[in-house]
């Protein structure tokens, strides 16, 4: 009987990455852990699954439904098998059932480093500055810029109410986003904004209808705003003031003086000014483009405070970073005042910006710097003493895997983006020298091998 293998294929949502790719994603990640590292936070990782517990609630109920659930082993225990099936049907309902899933991947960095520092706050010292890169995973619907599994890198400041983390944290995301030569808006509003107008609205449990809908506002358009908006049962005249806190736009200062106007005499919305006005003075001179957007809402339910949302100006894509305060977080296992704010980098999102506006640099390809050439026995073992001296003073090097012609040996320092060449053939190893040939300009010179390490590649 001849079996045949299924085609090879990757679960939907989900990318592999090659040499290329990944060489990319460093000169991402370290950028951004560059300008972390400067600004003193330090990095942490959490596990991939976490107790479905922790995460269920966290996000809203739009968020809970893309959480991915992690089914229990051990589920083929014949005695079990009708219970399991009806177990099952209720999980596939969307009820979590004791013994067949209790656990889920991680929807996003934030809650899990909520969950650490409710752990492990007794050990901290505060404030705690982390950065955390790690793979997340949602159940989403996969199209451009959103994916099943994708990276996060995140930055947070706990313990500390000062509007300074905030002030840091929108020039880091400004200091970033410059080095990679992206432009971008940096976008904030606050969460006490949006508490005084559902204040204004029916009352502060309207917060997470009012806060859900004007998320989609650059999604669906007013008009399907206000339709949900209604159907949230949010009275005609509260969508009207709703509608007028849409409709602000301007300059920051003229934002401001109409925020005023809509809900500055509000308790929470004239904090939520105060704390906008701050942060706006403070970064003047250190952000080219801080916008006020009062339509800026971040649906998750645990912002409390300042939110933070990045988009690239150049390409039509979705946010590439966002944030917020979330002093209430750590509460929700059991140890309250601990405040924090955070922002996150989108890194698959600004890879996929920076390769269509070609932003990447040439050298970012550039893995190995120097080839040598494989012409026989005796050159080769004369070509592998010096690769490992030049190793030692850190040049990347390698040595062609067998003799070869020269053509090929070319065409694979080609493809692999090498652009140095060192070509050791009798003439040079009886004279103690070495032929190094520039790939990119074509320049070539023979040096005595003895000074192969004062070269510079």
Not at 19 to 34: A, G
Not at 60 to 67: A, N, Q, R
Not at 285 to 298: E, G, H, K, M, T
Request: hydrophobic share 35%; proline share 4%; charged share 25%.
């Amino acid at each position: 009987m001849t079996l045949y293998m299924a085609k090879p294929s990757l679960p939907q949502g989900t990318r592999d990455f090659g040499p290329e790719t990944v060489r990319k994603r460093n000169y991402i990640l370290d950028t951004i852990k560059s300008v972390f590292e400067l600004y003193g936070f330090q990095p942490l990782e959490t596990p991939a699954m976490e107790n479905l517990d922790t995460l269920m609630g966290k996000y809203g109920d739009e968020g809970d439904k893309l959480i991915f659930k992690i089914l229990n082993n051990g589920l083929e225990n014949p005695a079990r098998q009708e219970q399991v099936k009806e177990d099952f049907e209720l999980v596939l309902k969307g009820k979590n059932v004791k013994g067949i899933t209790e656990r889920a991947l991680k929807y996003d960095l934030t809650i899990p480093f909520a969950r650490y520092v409710a752990m492990n706050h007794a050990q901290l010292t505060f404030p705690f500055k982390r950065y955390q890169i790690q793979p997340v995973w949602r159940a989403d619907r996969p199209q451009k810029g959103r994916y099943r599994e994708f990276y996060q890198c995140d930055a947070d400041v706990v313990g500390s109410n000062s509007l300074l983390n905030e002030t840091e944290l929108t020039i880091i995301y400004a200091t970033v986003f410059s080095k990679l030569g992206l432009n971008v808006q940096i976008r904030i509003n606050s969460r006490k904004i949006l508490t005084g107008l559902a204040e204004l609205c029916g009352g502060a449990d309207k917060m997470p209808d009012i806060t859900i809908a004007i998320d989609k506002l650059d999604k669906i358009g007013l008009e399907k705003v206000k339709e949900e908006l209604a159907n949230k049962k949010i009275a005609a005249e509260n969508i009207t003031i709703i509608e007028t806190y849409l409709a602000i736009t301007g300059t920051n200062d003229q934002k401001i003086k109409a925020l005023k106007e809509v809900v500055g005499k509000n308790e929470q919305g004239k904090k939520g000014i105060e704390e906008i006005e701050s942060v706006l003075s403070s970064t003047r001179y250190a952000c080219d483009d801080v916008s006020f957007d009062p339509a800026l809402a971040r649906g998750l339910n645990y912002y409390t405070g300042i939110i933070f949302e990045v988009k690239a100006k150049d390409v039509q894509m979705g946010s590439i970073g966002g944030g917020g305060r979330y002093d209430d977080l750590t509460g929700l296992f059991g140890v309250p005042n601990i405040p924090g704010v955070g922002i996150s980098f989108g890194v698959d999102r600004i890879y996929d910006v920076l390769a269509e506006l070609k932003l990447f640099p040439d050298d970012v390809h550039v893995g190995t710097q120097v080839l040598f050439f494989n012409l026989g026995e005796k050159e080769s073992n004369k070509s592998f003493e010096l690769l490992q001296q030049l190793r030692q003073q850190g040049v990347r090097s390698e040595l062609f895997h067998e003799t070869a012609k020269f053509d090929k040996q070319f065409k694979y320092a080609e493809k692999k983006n090498i652009p140095y060449v060192i070509i050791i053939g009798e003439k040079e190893l009886n004279e103690n020298t070495c032929n190094i040939k520039n790939l990119s300009s074509g320049e070539q010179k023979t040096i005595p091998a003895g000074e192969l390490i004062k070269h510079t590649f």
